[in-house]
T-cell receptor, first 109, second 112 residues
């Protein structure tokens, strides 16, 4: 299926450290998106990377995409307690957006 | 800019009862989505509208779920009759052509 799978399922780090989450998928895609979900702000779009792009940056976020390996990574630098949330990758191809099960990130102050 | 509005925020019903959720997308967003998110999982698309028309409803359990989008703006999702496994958060989202989806706060449904 097109559904992405995030790895790890859960991640706990200290404030100030970097957090890396990975996403793998199985079919060809047009774009891959990362979303964050926490109880305070709901589900929020972070970044979109198109299939012909390899890397994108947005503030403390860096996303890479390797279409040959069908994988993406999300790097959050200098993490903060407010980054505590679930992070989902979502792929869009011949079907509308399909979400993975997410990575639960805990940033400890 | 106002975000996506949903109501109610919480709903508790008995199995076999019916329930309806309402969504008002961001003004000017032609595309509207309904997702079901079961605890511990990612959102699953139920139906996608482009203006008044249905683009994708392949994962909508049509024997019990129905959705409509009135005049290409507001939308209603209905479940009739509800089952225990319908307990979930129902999310509404809208988007322009940029593909970024804006989500509402969701409706948490508990079926007893």
């Amino acid at each position: 299926s097109q559904q992405g799978e995030e790895d790890p399922q859960a991640l706990s780090i200290q404030e100030g450290e970097n957090a890396t989450m990975n996403c793998s998928y199985k079919t060809s895609i047009n774009n891959l998106q990362w979303y964050r979900q926490n109880s305070g702000r709901g589900l929020v779009h972070l970044i979109l990377i198109r299939s012909n792009e390899r890397e994108k940056h947005s503030g403390r976020l860096r996303v890479t995409l390797d279409t040959s390996k069908k994988s993406s990574s999300l790097l959050i630098t200098a993490s903060r307690a407010a980054d505590t949330a679930s992070y989902f990758c979502a792929t869009e191809g011949n079907t509308p957006l399909v979400f993975g099960k997410g990575t639960r990130l805990s940033v400890i102050a | 800019e106002a975000g996506v509005a949903q109501s109610p925020r919480y709903k508790i019903i008995e199995k076999r009862q019916s329930v309806a959720f309402w969504c008002n997308p961001i003004s000017g967003h032609a595309t509207l989505y309904w997702y079901q998110q079961i605890l511990g999982q990612g959102p699953k698309l139920l139906i996608q509208f482009q203006n008044n028309g249905v683009v994708d409803d392949s994962q909508l359990p049509k024997d019990r779920f129905s959705a409509e989008r009135l005049k290409g703006v507001d939308s209603t999702l209905k479940i009739q009759p509800a089952k225990l496994e319908d307990s979930a958060v129902y999310l509404c989202a809208s988007s322009l052509v940029t593909r970024e989806q804006f989500f509402g706060p969701g409706t948490r449904l508990t079926v007893l």
